[in-house]
């Protein structure tokens, strides 16, 4: 009799899984936000969340995994696409401290197209959170971003997007694939690429970090013999960055004189092209296009390009473009 009721309860649960996954059940989704599941294959690398905590997901507890993957501002590298062409960091709550700041990121806004309306809410943004954090793999872009408001509202995706709140104030969001890959990296052990591992060891208080193959420097370094390129940058009172041109040995002054040319002030060290940089607000303003086009700020403006997609505090003067769900586990969020 036990066996008859076990096998009908089987069955049973069997039919109502299949009718579910018949009206568009995700299982990666599902996965994520509980890899305990008994259909999940993450489920025997997760660790029970305490009694009593934050729904949410909860990550992989396998000794060198989660301790080695996240960085000091708390970010899991994880999530980046282990083949990322270029990942960045920018920490948000330095830019609300700083005109200066808000200045340049109206005026890489601005270079994009965007009307002063767009820049205002793109700074807004990104100042509204603790850390954007950007992995870019084939025009395909994911995010994390931590430090997520309580009142922040969450933008609907659009097309061909998505965005996955996880536990805590952290949100994924980027292409539909990208997202579901990375919530897959998150709850099983993964090992980090080239570039998400250079992230995860980068300097912790970088108020902005990036690093990207050399396709994204220009064929001029290419035809160098870049490896891959890494920035470092503050908006304080100046702008100042600091970029280093990565070779696989000491390069030849006189095989590459041409790109050197291009580059101002640029220094050969060790396996290297450190080019340094300090402009004041009106220095800024002047040369404009010259940071627009330059390492620096072509990753910063993947991010600026990208932050209609992050949630914005919501204030008396906010217009949304859909209707606004309150009360959620993951926060707030217009829907279509």
């Not at 489920?43 to 396998?62: E, L, N, W």
């Not at 990296?185 to 591992?197: A, I, K, V």
């Not at 040995?249 to 080019?275: F, H, Y």
Request: proline letters at 7%; a neutral charge.
């Amino acid at each position: 009799m036990k066996l008859r009721v076990f096998v009908f309860g089987f069955a049973l649960t069997f039919c109502l899984y299949g009718q579910k996954n018949n009206k568009g059940f995700n299982f990666v989704e599902a996965c994520f936000r509980n890899p305990a599941l008994p259909y999940c294959i993450q489920r025997d690398f997760v660790a029970k969340p305490p009694k009593g905590g934050a729904p949410g997901v909860v990550y992989s507890a396998s000794p060198g995994t989660a301790g080695s993957t996240v960085d000091a501002a708390g970010i899991d590298w994880r999530f980046a696409d282990p083949a990322a062409d270029s990942v960045a960091v920018l920490n948000g709550n330095t830019l609300s401290a700083t005109p200066f700041a808000h200045s340049v990121i109206d005026m890489l806004a601005s270079s994009q197209g965007l009307s002063p309306a767009d820049a205002q809410k793109t700074f807004l943004a990104l100042s509204g959170l603790s850390q954007v954090a950007l992995s870019v793999h084939d025009d395909k872009i994911l995010m994390m971003v931590t430090g997520r408001a309580p009142d922040s509202v969450l933008p609907a995706p659009e097309a061909g997007w998505k965005a996955l709140p996880l536990a805590g104030n952290t949100v994924l969001i980027g292409h539909a694939a990208a997202v579901d890959q990375a919530a897959l990296r998150l709850t099983t052990p993964s090992e980090l690429g080239e570039l998400p591992g250079m992230a995860q060891s980068r300097p912790g208080d970088s108020e902005f970090w990036a690093a990207g193959s050399a396709k994204l420097a220009g064929q001029g370094a290419v035809s160098a013999g870049v490896n891959r390129f890494e920035v470092t940058a503050s908006m304080r009172d100046r702008l100042s960055s600091d970029t280093v041109f990565e070779f696989d040995q000491a390069p030849e002054p006189a095989a590459m004189q041409a790109w050197l040319s291009t580059l101002a002030d640029a220094k050969i060290e060790g396996n290297g092209v450190r080019v340094r940089m300090s402009m004041d607000a009106d220095e800024a303003r002047r040369n404009s296009s010259l940071i627009a086009l330059s390492p620096l700020g072509q990753r910063l403006r993947a991010i600026i390009q990208s932050a209609r997609h992050l949630p914005v505090r919501d204030t008396d003067t906010t217009v949304h473009s859909h209707p606004v769900i309150f009360g959620l586990d993951g926060g707030p969020r217009e829907v279509k």
